[in-house]
């Protein structure tokens, strides 16, 4: 109480001049005070009841008041006010019984000297017990607070031995506090926690700070449970940590729920395959991907055709089991990175990473995917006891995901304007969303198919092209693949040769080339003027890392007699760099049969003489573009010359192809280009028109 406030002093007197006296001493004393005088039961009570009092002035001696009875009063109402006894006179005795009764101090009448202090030292006892009683009922409250609490809290010292734990965590652990005081917080650590969490602890509270994390812990029983921990250090006055406090609760069945919420939010609950919400984050993953990694990924989105009808027969029973089934046999034809949700009733879609660089490759891929998958689901599907056998047609749409940055939701989007335009299309079959790929690989699918008809029904063709030496002298021909697919315009074989590389088809196709060009050479031999002619042919990659390919070529030599030395084989670059030492071994072998080999295309590739050195060409082609180039461009000339010598300086013969004009001509000459083959001599022609006496010697 400041020092200047009155006090508010209640004073029990039935002699008004008493009180005055009272209050005079007071006021010699310089103790300032308000002073109420009452001298009844009822005044008494009323006064208590309205206003706040500093300390009571009892005059024990009133009428009709029975000091029992006034203290009791007091007391009831007021516990902590202090009570003063005033009075004329009293007993030692007196004085004893009314101590007892909860009065605080007395002072005769005749001596009020001491009143001022007395009073004093009573209020500030009081306010003095009411702080401690307050501080004590706080801690009461804290102590309670900390017993009840429901999540765990755990004090430890700085080893750390557990010092106290309250009752909420004897309830989670299963442990007695006689069990668990003194022990290390581990005991509960049967080491699912990871270490690291540990270590993250120690450091951060090590630094005085405060740590937040879960632990896994395990009951008394072995059963375990997650939660989540605040862990801070406890300072004492002079900021030295003296104990740890834990506070944690259990989180287990939160964290089940957010599975299951998880799961209920990201996967269908039929056939447990992610839901379309999680099929767009991993499409948007696709798409990133494609962007990084400068590869192709497809979404395919797919509807099971009169999938009402099979729910309206069979039941939904039955509907549920096909359901499954289409699940399984989508995962199981597809690729563990890939993604197969369920993205509706009867609708799902399949995510694919990883496809090829290249955009009509990738197309490809994607094409023969559609077409495994959509044939797999062709099969019936074997559902139910009963072991029903239903049958459904499926319509599909396919986007690729390109390297351009697109939003998941817009490829889902266009796989299924595509599946759309299937359905459009008369149902159980596919559709690209990008109309040029449609065309693409609709193209591919005809010339596949062609192809395949073409070397059944022998439309396939070599065309001749010569080759003559610096002098004009025929030296040969080039054999040339033609598809002559009647009543249409011809393919170019730069259009489906690689074509047939992707399908194999190749190595039909190579062995059909072979077994020409042998039969060809085998009829030059029967001739004179085509006695001393050389034949080369063309052999991609695929086939000539066939295995059996060296085997093949032997096979042709003898079945058609020929002199291997009429023979050549032109290799392009991508051949060679595939697998140098296969290449090497491969090359030698062919050499010992003897056998040609012409590095074709030289100029347009890799273009790097250095392999040449260690492989067993003999005859280097400069490719048609550096010719045409030559003229026109000085370093296209100078390019020429310079591989020409570095070809002869390596012992190889060097033709030049395409050559078209004179001025070329003459330059390769100056140059000293060995052989030419060009349009300015001759273009290819059908095997039956090539006639060595047509040919005029351009040259000269
Ligand atoms: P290549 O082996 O470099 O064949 C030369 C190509 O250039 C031929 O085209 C030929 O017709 C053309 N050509 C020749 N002289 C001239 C000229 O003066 N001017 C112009 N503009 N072009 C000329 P073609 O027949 O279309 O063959 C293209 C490519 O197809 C060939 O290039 C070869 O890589 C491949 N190819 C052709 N036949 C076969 C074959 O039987 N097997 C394999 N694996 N590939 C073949
Ligand atoms: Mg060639
Ligand atoms: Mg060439």
């Given at each position: 109480?400041?020092?200047?406030t009155?006090?508010?002093?209640?004073?029990?007197?039935?002699?008004?001049?008493?009180?005055?006296?009272?209050?005079?001493?007071?006021?010699?004393s310089?103790?300032?005070?308000?002073?109420?005088?009452?001298d009844?039961?009822?005044?008494?009570?009323?006064?208590l009841?309205?206003e706040?009092w500093?300390?009571v002035?009892?005059?024990?001696?009133?009428?009709?008041m029975?000091f029992?009875?006034?203290?009791?009063?007091?007391r009831?109402?007021?516990?902590?006010?202090?009570?003063?006894l005033?009075s004329?006179?009293?007993?030692?005795?007196?004085?004893?019984?009314?101590?007892?009764?909860?009065?605080?101090?007395?002072?005769?009448?005749?001596?009020?000297?001491?009143?001022?202090?007395?009073?004093?030292?009573?209020?500030?006892?009081a306010?003095e017990?009411?702080r401690?009683?307050?501080?004590e009922?706080?801690?009461?409250?804290?102590?309670?607070?900390?017993?009840?609490?429901?999540?765990?809290?755990?004090?430890?010292?700085?080893?750390?031995?557990?010092?106290?734990v309250?009752?909420?965590?004897?309830?989670?652990?299963?442990?007695?506090?006689?069990?668990?005081?003194?022990?290390?917080?581990?005991?509960?650590n049967?080491?699912k926690t990871?270490?690291?969490?540990?270590?993250n602890?120690?450091a951060?509270?090590c630094r005085?700070?405060?740590?937040n994390?879960e632990?896994?812990?395990?009951?008394?029983?072995?059963?375990?449970?997650l939660?989540?921990?605040?862990?801070?250090?406890?300072?004492?006055?002079?900021?030295?940590?003296?104990?740890?406090?834990?506070?944690?609760?259990?989180?287990?069945?939160?964290?089940?729920?957010?599975?299951?919420?998880?799961q209920?939010?990201?996967?269908?609950?039929?056939?447990?395959?992610?839901?379309?919400?999680?099929l767009?984050d991993?499409?948007?993953?696709?798409?990133?991907?494609?962007r990084?990694t400068?590869?192709?990924?497809?979404?395919l989105?797919?509807?099971?055709d009169?999938?009402?009808?099979?729910?309206?027969?069979?039941?939904?029973?039955?509907?549920?089991r096909v359901?499954?089934?289409v699940?399984?046999r989508?995962?199981?034809n597809?690729?563990?990175?890939?993604?197969?949700?369920?993205?509706?009733?009867?609708?799902?879609?399949?995510?694919?990473?990883?496809?090829s660089?290249r955009r009509?490759?990738a197309a490809?891929?994607?094409?023969?995917l559609?077409?495994?998958?959509?044939?797999?689901?062709?099969?019936?599907?074997?559902?139910g006891?009963?072991?029903?056998?239903?049958?459904?047609s499926t319509?599909?749409?396919?986007?690729?995901?390109l390297?351009?940055?697109e939003?998941?939701e817009?490829l889902?989007?266009?796989?299924?304007?595509?599946?759309?335009r299937?359905?459009?299309?008369?149902?159980?079959?596919?559709?690209?969303?990008?109309g040029?790929?449609?065309?693409?690989?609709?193209?591919r699918?005809?010339?596949e198919?062609?192809?395949?008809q073409?070397?059944?029904?022998?439309?396939?063709?070599?065309?001749y092209?010569?080759?003559?030496?610096?002098?004009?002298?025929?030296?040969?021909?080039?054999?040339?693949?033609?598809?002559?697919?009647?009543?249409?315009?011809?393919?170019?074989?730069?259009?489906?040769?690689?074509?047939?590389?992707?399908?194999?088809l190749?190595?039909?196709?190579g062995?059909?080339?072979?077994?020409?060009?042998c039969?060809?050479?085998?009829s030059?031999?029967?001739?004179?003027?085509?006695?001393?002619?050389?034949?080369?042919?063309?052999?991609?990659?695929?086939?000539?890392h066939?295995?059996?390919f060296?085997?093949?070529?032997?096979?042709?030599?003898?079945?058609?007699?020929?002199?291997?030395?009429r023979?050549?084989?032109?290799?392009?670059?991508?051949?060679?760099?595939?697998?140098?030492?296969?290449t090497?071994?491969?090359?030698?072998?062919?050499?010992?049969?003897?056998?040609?080999?012409?590095l074709?295309?030289?100029?347009?590739?890799?273009?790097?003489?250095?392999?040449?050195?260690?492989l067993?060409?003999?005859?280097?082609?400069?490719?048609?573009?550096?010719?045409s180039?030559?003229?026109?461009?000085?370093?296209?000339?100078?390019?020429v010359?310079?591989?020409i010598?570095?070809?002869?300086?390596?012992?190889?013969?060097?033709?030049?192809e395409?050559v078209?004009?004179?001025?070329?001509?003459?330059?390769?000459?100056?140059?000293?280009?060995?052989?030419?083959?060009g349009?300015?001599?001759a273009?290819?022609v059908?095997g039956d028109?090539?006639?060595?006496?047509d040919q005029?010697i351009?040259?000269?």
């Amino acid at each position: 109480m400041a020092a200047d406030t009155p006090l508010r002093l209640l004073v029990l007197e039935d002699t008004e001049a008493d009180a005055l006296l009272i209050q005079r001493r007071l006021e010699q004393s310089g103790l300032k005070a308000r002073i109420r005088r009452v001298d009844r039961t009822e005044q008494l009570a009323a006064a208590l009841a309205d206003e706040q009092w500093d300390a009571v002035l009892y005059d024990y001696t009133l009428p009709g008041m029975h000091f029992e009875d006034t203290i009791g009063l007091i007391r009831k109402q007021r516990p902590e006010l202090p009570i003063v006894l005033v009075s004329g006179t009293v007993s030692e005795e007196m004085a004893v019984t009314l101590l007892q009764h909860g009065l605080n101090d007395f002072v005769l009448k005749d001596n009020l000297l001491r009143l001022p202090s007395v009073i004093r030292r009573a209020v500030n006892s009081a306010a003095e017990r009411c702080r401690r009683k307050r501080a004590e009922d706080q801690l009461r409250k804290l102590a309670m607070v900390v017993e009840q609490s429901p999540t765990s809290i755990v004090i430890t010292d700085t080893r750390p031995a557990i010092e106290y734990v309250n009752q909420a965590f004897l309830d989670q652990t299963g442990y007695s506090a006689a069990e668990v005081l003194g022990q290390n917080p581990s005991i509960l650590n049967q080491g699912k926690t990871p270490p690291a969490t540990y270590r993250n602890l120690w450091a951060t509270i090590c630094r005085g700070e405060v740590w937040n994390g879960e632990f896994c812990n395990t009951r008394k029983d072995g059963s375990v449970y997650l939660e989540t921990a605040t862990v801070a250090p406890i300072r004492a006055d002079d900021g030295r940590v003296t104990h740890y406090v834990a506070v944690k609760s259990d989180v287990t069945q939160l964290r089940d729920s957010e599975s299951r919420i998880h799961q209920l939010a990201n996967f269908d609950e039929l056939t447990g395959l992610p839901n379309r919400s999680l099929l767009l984050d991993r499409l948007q993953q696709a798409s990133r991907s494609a962007r990084q990694t400068g590869r192709h990924g497809m979404v395919l989105a797919l509807d099971l055709d009169g999938f009402k009808f099979i729910n309206d027969t069979h039941g939904y029973d039955i509907g549920n089991r096909v359901l499954e089934s289409v699940a399984e046999r989508l995962r199981e034809n597809l690729s563990d990175d890939s993604t197969v949700a369920r993205i509706g009733g009867n609708r799902f879609a399949v995510v694919v990473e990883n496809l090829s660089r290249r955009r009509n490759r990738a197309a490809t891929q994607a094409h023969d995917l559609a077409e495994l998958i959509h044939e797999e689901l062709q099969l019936p599907h074997c559902v139910g006891e009963t072991e029903t056998l239903v049958r459904h047609s499926t319509t599909m749409g396919l986007c690729l995901v390109l390297h351009d940055h697109e939003n998941a939701e817009r490829l889902l989007n266009k796989a299924e304007i595509a599946l759309q335009r299937a359905r459009d299309a008369g149902r159980n079959s596919w559709c690209f969303f990008n109309g040029e790929m449609q065309a693409l690989v609709e193209a591919r699918g005809r010339i596949e198919n062609g192809l395949h008809q073409a070397l059944e029904q022998n439309h396939l063709a070599l065309a001749y092209q010569s080759q003559f030496d610096a002098s004009g002298r025929l030296i040969g021909a080039e054999g040339l693949i033609r598809w002559n697919r009647p009543g249409e315009d011809p393919i170019p074989p730069g259009q489906f040769i690689p074509l047939a590389e992707e399908t194999g088809l190749i190595l039909p196709i190579g062995q059909w080339v072979l077994d020409t060009a042998c039969r060809q050479l085998q009829s030059w031999a029967q001739h004179p003027r085509t006695r001393g002619l050389h034949l080369s042919i063309n052999v991609s990659a695929r086939q000539f890392h066939e295995p059996r390919f060296v085997d093949q070529l032997l096979e042709a030599l003898e079945r058609y007699e020929i002199q291997p030395g009429r023979l050549s084989l032109e290799l392009t670059e991508s051949v060679v760099l595939n697998d140098l030492h296969q290449t090497q071994q491969r090359m030698l072998a062919i050499r010992d049969l003897g056998v040609g080999l012409a590095l074709d295309d030289f100029g347009t590739g890799f273009s790097s003489l250095s392999y040449l050195k260690n492989l067993p060409f003999h005859t280097l082609k400069i490719d048609r573009s550096f010719v045409s180039d030559m003229i026109a461009t000085t370093s296209s000339a100078a390019i020429v010359r310079a591989t020409i010598s570095m070809g002869h300086a390596l012992g190889l013969t060097v033709i030049a192809e395409g050559v078209e004009t004179r001025a070329e001509l003459d330059l390769l000459k100056d140059f000293g280009c060995n052989a030419f083959q060009g349009f300015l001599f001759a273009r290819p022609v059908p095997g039956d028109q090539w006639q060595p006496e047509d040919q005029t010697i351009a040259t000269s």
